[in-house]
């Protein structure tokens, strides 16, 4: 259980310091918003720049919480995961597909504006990419944003969170992904529950948290 999303990212920045080779040659990719603050904390850790990966969940025809799949975008491209499974079973046209990935597209540019206030993405070539989120459940968000980010040239990529179920730590490891997790509990449910203050965060604070990192970019 931790108290908030500080002492997470202080946590997990504490657990990367010691396992990645060449620290001083990472990025750290918060996924908004939570995973913002979180990666604030383990950029400081690790002394790296912190910039922002934007991953969106693909939503369910009339149940936008439940992911038919993700979405991420490199250099324009879509990078787009789907669940077949769930969208199967639900019957879900190619046509409410492609318009979904559409909004979602449109959702990703506009917060990328916003939370980067003019600025250009920070280079990734020949530097491990460290992505971190306040924790995953299935990883299909952060399935899709690690691909995007591998488009841009890293050394390595690294999906790291505080919390993450040991099934889905399975998953990342059998698609040759780096997942770095503190605890991996089971039964697992909500990210939130491992959380004792697990509040909603807000864009104003995820444009705080890159703003007050600026300097090491």
């Known amino acids: ?46 002394g790296a ?12 025809p009339g149940n936008p919480e439940l992911a038919v799949g993700a979405l991420a975008l490199a250099d324009g491209e879509d990078i787009a995961l789907i669940d077949d499974r769930t969208v199967r079973a639900l019957g879900v046209p190619a046509s409410y597909l492609e318009a979904e990935i559409e909004r979602q597209r449109l959702e990703i540019l506009r917060r990328e504006a916003a ?17 971190v989120d306040d ?38 490891a059998a698609e040759g992904l780096r997942l770095e997790a503190l605890e991996t509990p089971s039964p697992f449910g909500a990210v939130g529950r491992f959380y004792l203050d697990f509040r909603q965060v807000e864009d104003d604070e995820v444009i705080a948290v890159l703003r007050a990192h600026r300097h090491n970019g």
């Open 1 to 46: 259980m931790f108290r908030d999303r500080a002492e997470a990212g202080r946590l997990l920045g504490e657990h990367l310091r010691r396992v990645l080779a060449k620290a001083g040659e990472t990025v750290v990719l918060g996924i908004p918003r939570g995973g913002v603050v979180v990666a604030g904390h383990v950029a400081a850790a690790l």
């Open 135 to 172: 924790g995953i459940a299935t990883g299909l968000t952060a399935r899709a944003a690690a691909r995007a980010v591998a488009r841009r040239s890293p050394r390595e990529v690294v999906v790291a969170v505080p919390v993450a179920p040991p099934e889905t730590v399975r998953e990342f």
């Open 115 to 131: 939370y980067r206030e003019g600025r250009p993405p920070v280079s990734l070539e020949g530097r491990a990419a460290v992505l």
């Open 49 to 60: 720049p912190l910039d922002v990966i934007v991953p969106r969940k693909l939503g369910a």
